[in-house]
C-alpha cells in the first residue's frame, strides 16, 4: 500500500510558476515509477509527466514540454513537477500517482493521492 499526498497548488498568475510535492508513504517507493496527472472540469484526466523509480525515463505531455520538470528525491519519499510559465489552460485538479513503467511506457496508475488544485489567471 502506498499514501500519496500532493500540496503546493494554487493561485497563480500567467507566466508564474509553482511547484508540486507529492509525499509517499509506504514501502518501496524507490522501486516505483511516478506520475503527475490532470484533470481539468469536462475535460479527461491526462498524463502531464511520468518518471521511472531510478529517474532514468522520463517523459511529458507535449503542451508541458520545456516548462514542466519533473524530480524525485527517493531519500525524502517525494516527487515533484516545477511547472513554470503557466498557462491558463494549465487549470486543472493536479493528482500524483505511484504505478508501473516499461522504459518510457507508463503501464498502469496504481495508488493515487487526493489531488491539488492549480488555477492560472490570465
Known amino acids: 500500500q502506498v499514501h500519496l499526498v500532493e500540496s503546493g497548488g494554487g493561485l497563480v498568475q500567467a507566466g508564474g510558476s509553482l511547484r508540486l510535492s507529492c509525499a509517499a508513504s509506504?514501502?518501496?517507493?524507490?522501486?516505483?515509477?511516478m506520475g503527475w496527472f490532470r484533470q481539468a472540469p469536462g475535460k479527461e484526466r491526462e498524463r502531464v509527466a511520468s518518471i521511472s523509480a531510478n529517474g532514468a525515463y522520463i517523459n511529458y505531455l507535449d503542451s508541458v514540454k520545456g516548462r514542466f520538470t519533473i524530480s524525485r528525491d527517493n531519500a525524502k519519499n517525494t516527487v515533484y513537477l516545477q511547472m513554470n510559465s503557466l498557462k491558463s489552460d494549465d487549470t486543472a485538479n493536479y493528482y500524483c500517482a505511484a504505478g508501473e513503467m516499461f522504459g518510457n511506457y507508463w503501464y498502469k496508475s496504481t495508488y493515487w493521492g487526493q489531488g491539488t488544485q492549480v488555477t492560472v489567471s490570465s
Open positions: 509506504g514501502r518501496a517507493f524507490s522501486s516505483t515509477a
